[in-house]
């Protein structure tokens, strides 16, 4: 949904359906994780012919998933300003450096091992979903990824870190450089509350 936004269909009837199914699939804290996991199944060859696993709304969200959700929230410009992708977005942010609740996700390490373009939830995905969504670098768990990245800037103004990208990709560096780069310009940018 996030590219699909971002390609200009934020106001397709589809996208709306899509929205209103996300909502309904959030755990209790307000987050999302997939609902096989929720109940303690794996992932494996008969998950995709079983029928559909309801979740344990109970259980604690997952910052894999509701990271990837949050991207879709982050695109579109009125679901960004919604309570409901707050909510998620503090609930992202209190997980930074962190283990997963389940397995998909299970090292801390996770956070500082990057794709571009985005693919799982890693510290700069998240950062940039909560710039788009009003988050300020003044709040603490901001700050703190921020400075992570600010560390580890090489002189010449690039960042080379941990990629998990296809093989091959001659330029991955600069993707990412530019990612930070907006990150670091979308929060200095954002209107600051009065």
């Known amino acids: 949904m996030e590219l699909l936004i971002k390609a200009g269909y934020s106001s397709e009837p589809r996208i709306a359906r899509g929205f209103k ?11 999302w994780a997939f609902p096989l996991r929720t ?6 060859p008969d998950t995709f012919q079983a029928p559909t696993i309801p979740p344990d709304r109970s259980t604690p969200f997952s910052h894999l998933v509701t990271g990837v959700v ?6 579109h410009p009125g679901y960004m300003k919604s309570q409901e992708a707050r909510v998620a977005g503090r609930l ?17 390490s996770f956070w500082t091992s990057f794709s571009y373009p985005f693919w799982f939830t890693d510290l ?9 969504l ?5 709040d603490p768990q901001v700050r703190r990824g921020l400075e992570w990245f600010a560390l580890r800037q090489k002189r010449d103004g690039r960042w080379k870190l941990p990629l998990r990208l296809i093989e091959g990709e001659k ?18 940018d954002f209107p600051k509350a009065p």
Not at 21 to 31: I, Y
Not at 173 to 186: G, N, P
């Open 21 to 31: 199914w996300l909502l309904s699939m959030r755990q209790s804290d307000g987050g």
């Open 92 to 108: 992202l942010e209190s997980r930074f450096f962190e283990r997963d609740k389940y397995a998909d996700r299970s090292s801390p």
């Open 134 to 138: 009003g988050f300020e670098e003044e």
């Open 39 to 44: 109940v303690g199944r794996k992932l494996g």
């Open 70 to 75: 949050l991207r879709a929230f982050a695109a």
């Open 171 to 188: 330029e991955r560096d600069l993707w990412i450089t530019l990612a930070i780069s907006r990150v670091f310009k979308t929060f200095a």
């Open 124 to 132: 700069l995905s998240a950062l940039d979903s909560l710039s788009q």
